[in-house]
DNA sequence: CTGAAAAGCGGAACGTCGCTCCATTTAGTA
DNA sequence: TACTAAATGGAGCGACGTTCCGCTTTTCAG
C-alpha cells in the first residue's frame, strides 16, 4: 500500500527551479513592461512553457504577490518601527506613507493592478490590504489619539486612495503623485 | 434644388442613423458594462456589424467623448458661471470639482479610461484635459490669488489627482472617493 | 542499480478580444 | 429607372488568457 501518511511533501529539485526562474523572468519583464505584459512572454524568458507557468502561478496574482511579498511584509514591519521612532504620530504616518508611495511608484504599473477589480486581481488587492490595512490603521489612530490628525477617513480609504494617486504614469513630469500625497496628508491634519 | 441648406456634405440617412443606434446602446451598455465594454457587444446591439462601428469610431476613446461630450461642456461651461456666482472662489472651486466628480463617479468605469496611457484612450484623454484644463486653472488660479488657497499644485495634477481618486469600486461602501477629495480640498487651503 | 509511479512539463488548441478589409447592398441623383 | 459613391457587415487576422493532455524527468522502493 502506497504511503499516503505523509501530508507535507518536498517539491521537486525541477520545480523548484522553475519557480524560482519564473519569478526572477517575471521581475524583470514586470520592469521592462509592467505588471500587465503577457503570460507568454514571461514564460518564454523564463525558458518554460505557458503550462508550466499556470501550474505555479494558477492567478496574475499570485505572480505578483510572490514577486513583491518581500517588500509588502518591509512595508508592513516599517510601521511598529516607525512609530516607535518618530518624533510625532503623524510624522510615522507620514514617512509610512512615504515608503507606501515607494513601494508603489517605482514598481511599474503596480498601482494600477491593485485598484483593478477585474477578478484577476482581487486577490492581489486582498492580499495586499489585508496586510498593510492593520498597520496603517495603528499608524492613523495614533496619529488621531495624539491630536495631530482628525479625519473621518479610514485607513483602508487613507490606502486607497494613496495607491490611486500613484497611478500616474511616471513617464508624465507634470504630475507628480508625491505632491498630491503630500496635500492629502495636510488635509488631514487638525486645525491649529 | 432640393432642400440643401445645409452648410456642405450632409451625411447619408441610414449612416446617421446608425450612428444615433450606435450612440444610445454604447450609453446602455457603458452603464451596464462600463467604458471597456467589447466593441462587438456594443455594434450587436445596435444592431450592426463591427465594421459600421469601426467607420463611426474609429477609436474607443471618440465613441467615449461622443457619449459624454455633453456632459463635460456642461462641466467646462460651469467653470466661469460658478467663478461669477459663488461666494469665494475657493467655493467656486469647490463646487466645480463636486459636479466633475459627480461626472466621474456616476460614469461607470470613466475615471479608469482617464488614466489609462493604452494609446486607444490617448486621444480621450487628449481632448478631456484640453477642454477642462483651463477651466480648473482660471478657478485655482483665483482661489489663489484671494488668499484661500496655497499651493504648488498645478490644475492639471489636481484634475488627475481627483480623477484617480474616483477611481474606486462604486460598489464598495469602504470606499468613498468624495471624503477624500474632500480632505485633499482641506490639504489645499491656506493656513488660516 | 533499476524501473515504474508520481510529479512536472510544454505547447497545441480553444475562446475572446480589437481591428481591418472588401464584396455586397443601398441611398441619393440625374 | 439606372448609375455611382457611400455605407454596410461579417469573415478573417493576430494577440491574448487559459486549459488540457501526451510526454519527460525525477524520485525512491526493492
Redesign the interface.
Given at each position: 500500500m502506497p504511503t499516503e501518511q505523509e501530508p507535507a511533501r518536498t517539491k521537486r529539485a525541477d520545480a523548484a527551479r522553475n519557480e524560482k526562474t519564473l519569478l526572477a523572468a517575471a521581475a524583470e519583464v514586470f520592469v521592462s513592461d509592467g505588471v500587465d505584459a503577457p503570460i507568454r512572454q514571461i514564460a518564454a524568458r523564463a525558458g518554460v512553457g505557458v503550462g508550466t507557468f499556470y501550474r505555479h502561478f494558477p492567478t496574475r496574482a499570485d505572480l505578483i504577490t510572490a514577486v513583491y511579498r518581500h517588500q509588502i511584509e518591509a512595508c508592513a514591519e516599517a510601521g511598529p518601527t516607525l512609530l516607535a521612532a518618530a518624533e510625532t504620530p503623524f510624522d510615522a504616518l507620514r514617512q509610512w506613507i512615504d515608503q507606501f508611495t515607494d513601494f508603489l511608484v517605482t514598481k511599474h504599473g503596480l498601482a494600477?493592478a491593485l485598484?483593478s477589480?477585474s477578478s484577476t486581481f482581487a486577490a492581489l488587492h486582498t492580499y495586499f490590504l489585508d496586510r498593510l490595512e492593520p498597520v496603517c490603521a495603528a499608524l492613523l489612530t495614533a496619529a488621531i489619539d495624539a491630536g495631530d490628525v482628525q479625519?473621518?477617513?479610514?485607513a483602508?480609504?487613507?490606502m486607497?486612495?494613496v495607491g490611486?494617486?500613484c497611478?500616474?504614469?511616471e513617464a508624465d513630469s507634470?504630475?507628480?503623485p508625491r505632491?498630491?500625497i503630500?496635500?492629502?496628508?495636510?488635509?488631514?491634519r487638525a486645525p491649529l
Amino acid at each position: 500500500m502506497p504511503t499516503e501518511q505523509e501530508p507535507a511533501r518536498t517539491k521537486r529539485a525541477d520545480a523548484a527551479r522553475n519557480e524560482k526562474t519564473l519569478l526572477a523572468a517575471a521581475a524583470e519583464v514586470f520592469v521592462s513592461d509592467g505588471v500587465d505584459a503577457p503570460i507568454r512572454q514571461i514564460a518564454a524568458r523564463a525558458g518554460v512553457g505557458v503550462g508550466t507557468f499556470y501550474r505555479h502561478f494558477p492567478t496574475r496574482a499570485d505572480l505578483i504577490t510572490a514577486v513583491y511579498r518581500h517588500q509588502i511584509e518591509a512595508c508592513a514591519e516599517a510601521g511598529p518601527t516607525l512609530l516607535a521612532a518618530a518624533e510625532t504620530p503623524f510624522d510615522a504616518l507620514r514617512q509610512w506613507i512615504d515608503q507606501f508611495t515607494d513601494f508603489l511608484v517605482t514598481k511599474h504599473g503596480l498601482a494600477d493592478a491593485l485598484q483593478s477589480d477585474s477578478s484577476t486581481f482581487a486577490a492581489l488587492h486582498t492580499y495586499f490590504l489585508d496586510r498593510l490595512e492593520p498597520v496603517c490603521a495603528a499608524l492613523l489612530t495614533a496619529a488621531i489619539d495624539a491630536g495631530d490628525v482628525q479625519t473621518e477617513l479610514s485607513a483602508l480609504e487613507l490606502m486607497r486612495g494613496v495607491g490611486n494617486l500613484c497611478i500616474g504614469r511616471e513617464a508624465d513630469s507634470r504630475y507628480d503623485p508625491r505632491r498630491l500625497i503630500s496635500v492629502l496628508l495636510k488635509g488631514l491634519r487638525a486645525p491649529l
